[in-house]
């Protein structure tokens, strides 16, 4: 059984307070039987971007923490004519930036079979924002 790990990172930072709909996901930390540390990893991640001059969030989650880039409106998503969502150009423009193109598992960059018999780096992506609700009555 995971241990719950103790609230870390600076809460102006958190995901959560980010106003608009979408943020580019590019790492996620996920723990394992030799890396437990991950919520400190995310936020000196979002540390190191936001040094770079990046609007760099976090998220902590029960068992993973993720690190974001940018918010994003409604319109970040687009339909292109065959239906499919497409992203927009400023969200492709960050993808294009060498260290916001992949989505970082645990600060590498990481590969899923292609179905061909080779192996694709994973792109980083939009996720939706997880806003603070108000507690029901």
Same mark, same amino acid.
């Given at each position: 059984?995971?241990?719950?790990?103790?609230?870390?990172?600076?809460?102006?930072?958190?995901?959560?307070?980010?106003?608009?709909? $979408? +943020?580019? =996901? *590019?790492?996620?930390?996920?723990?394992? &039987?030799?890396?437990?540390?991950?919520?400190?990893?995310?936020?000196? #991640?979002?540390?190191?971007?936001?040094?770079?001059?990046?609007?760099?969030?976090?998220?902590?989650?029960?068992?993973?923490?993720?690190?974001?880039?940018?918010?994003?409106?409604?319109?970040?998503?687009?339909?292109?004519?065959?239906?499919?969502?497409? $992203? +927009?150009? =400023? *969200?492709?423009?960050?993808?294009?930036? &060498?260290?916001?193109?992949?989505?970082?598992?645990?600060?590498?960059? #990481?590969?899923?079979?292609?179905?061909?018999?080779?192996?694709?780096?994973?792109?980083?992506?939009?996720?939706?924002?997880?806003?603070?609700?108000?507690?029901?009555?």
């Amino acid at each position: 059984v995971r241990m719950p790990m103790p609230y870390v990172g600076i809460r102006d930072w958190a995901l959560s307070n980010a106003t608009d709909v $979408y +943020s580019l =996901q *590019v790492a996620v930390f996920d723990p394992n &039987d030799d890396f437990w540390e991950h919520k400190q990893a995310a936020t000196e #991640y979002c540390e190191f971007l936001r040094k770079k001059g990046y609007e760099a969030y976090y998220h902590h989650a029960t068992a993973s923490s993720m690190v974001t880039v940018g918010s994003f409106g409604p319109e970040a998503v687009l339909k292109n004519p065959t239906g499919l969502p497409s $992203y +927009s150009n =400023q *969200v492709l423009a960050l993808q294009r930036d &060498d260290l916001l193109k992949y989505n970082l598992l645990n600060g590498a960059v #990481y590969s899923i079979l292609d179905g061909k018999g080779g192996r694709t780096p994973v792109p980083s992506r939009l996720v939706e924002i997880p806003h603070k609700t108000s507690p029901q009555p």
